[in-house]
Nanobody, 125 residues
Framework: QVHVVESGGGSVQTGGSLKLSCVAS????????MGWYRQAPGKERELVSI???????TYVDSVEGRFTISQDSAKNTLYLQMNSLKTEDTAVYYC???????????????????WGQGTQVTVSS
C-alpha cells in the first residue's frame, strides 16, 4: 500500500519553530516530486513548498526564507522546517507526492497525487 504519513504538528507562539516530518515509500524519493500543502480554515488549499527529484526546491513567497524543505532518503522522510512562525501559518499541513508529473504537478493538483492525512499547525500570538 502506497502512503505518506505526516507528523510533527503542534501549537507554538509567534516566532517559534516546528519541524514537520513525512514518512513515505522509499521509491518516492527517487521517482517523485514531493512537497507540502496547507489549508487554513475557510481557505483554499495552498501550495507551500516542493522538492523535485533533482533536489530543486520551490517555496511560496509567504514562507520564503522562513521554511526549508529537505529530505533524508535513508530514512524515507521528507521534512519541512518552519521558523519565525506567524499566526497566518496556522493550517493543516499535508505532505504529497506526484509520481506521474513530478514537481510540475504540484501547481495543479490531480487525483493521481498521493496525500497524507494532514497534521495541524497552530500559531498563536
Amino acid at each position: 500500500q502506497v502512503h505518506v504519513v505526516e507528523s510533527g504538528g503542534g501549537s507554538v507562539q509567534t516566532g517559534g519553530s516546528l519541524k514537520l516530518s513525512c514518512v513515505a515509500s522509499a521509491y518516492m524519493f527517487v521517482s517523485c516530486g514531493m512537497g507540502w500543502y496547507r489549508q487554513a480554515p475557510g481557505k483554499e488549499r495552498e501550495l507551500v513548498s516542493i522538492i523535485a527529484v533533482d533536489g530543486t526546491t520551490t517555496y511560496v513567497d509567504s514562507v520564503e526564507g522562513r521554511f526549508t524543505i529537505s529530505q533524508d532518503s535513508a530514512k524515507n522522510t521528507l521534512y519541512l522546517q518552519m521558523n519565525s512562525l506567524k499566526t497566518e501559518d496556522t493550517a493543516v499541513y499535508y505532505c504529497a507526492a506526484d509520481c506521474l508529473l513530478g514537481a510540475s504537478g504540484f501547481h495543479m493538483p490531480s487525483p493521481h497525487m498521493i496525500w497524507g492525512q494532514g497534521t495541524q499547525v497552530t500559531v498563536s500570538s
